[in-house]
């Protein structure tokens, strides 16, 4: 290997060793692996008021809305780094909702060179059973990477506040998830 390749290695080596202290930090503080989908599930229980399964793997849904009017209904929240208008879902196991957040609206590309930072730019409540019956319907194939027509997620949008959102977030809510959306730094 040449000086210059050493060089990169030993440069991502450092960066690792940061990137897994932060990621030590992250995970004492929500409980779980600083992972995608585990910070997802933190951010949502503390900003919607969910209630998470004490298993990271309980079929179908990751807790229960609180209070509210949604209040003991079952949610699977999912974190994306873009939106894509794709949504995994388990046809055996239908919640009653899908809560997604989701970073900036893009169309799908090629992953070399390009940088997915973990940011809040829009936040979907879809209801799972009307959701599932309208896809069906559509012969649309369910399970991991379902195709969700753009119309859909129009609908669906609670954040930023959409005139047909299901859900109207009190201000706190709309500050915390604010706290994460994308900065200069994080559209490049």
């Given amino acids: 290997m040449n000086r210059a390749g050493l060089s990169k290695v030993e440069q991502l080596a450092q960066l690792i060793r940061q990137r897994n202290q932060v990621d030590a930090k992250i995970a004492a503080l ?25 298993s990271a793997t309980n079929k179908g849904y990751d807790g229960r809305f609180a209070s509210g ?6 949610v699977n929240i999912k974190a994306y780094g873009k939106r894509e208008n794709m949504l995994d879902i388990n046809p055996a196991h239908i919640p009653d909702y899908f809560l997604v957040l989701t970073g900036p609206k893009s169309l799908p590309s090629k992953s070399i060179g390009a940088h997915r930072p973990w940011v809040i730019s829009e936040v979907f409540l879809f209801n799972g059973r009307s959701l599932v019956d309208l896809l069906r319907a559509r012969g649309t194939k369910i399970g991991i990477a379902t195709s969700v027509p753009s119309s859909e997620w129009k609908t669906a949008r609670i954040y930023p506040l959409s005139p047909t959102a299901i859900l109207k977030l009190p201000d706190e809510s709309v500050h915390l998830l604010n706290l994460f959306g994308p900065n200069e730094e994080q559209n490049g």
């Fill in 69 to 74: 009017p949604l209040a003991d209904k079952t």
């Fill in 30 to 54: 929500i409980g779980r692996p600083a992972m995608s989908g585990h910070i997802g599930e933190f951010v949502a229980s503390h900003v919607f008021g969910i209630v998470l399964e004490n």
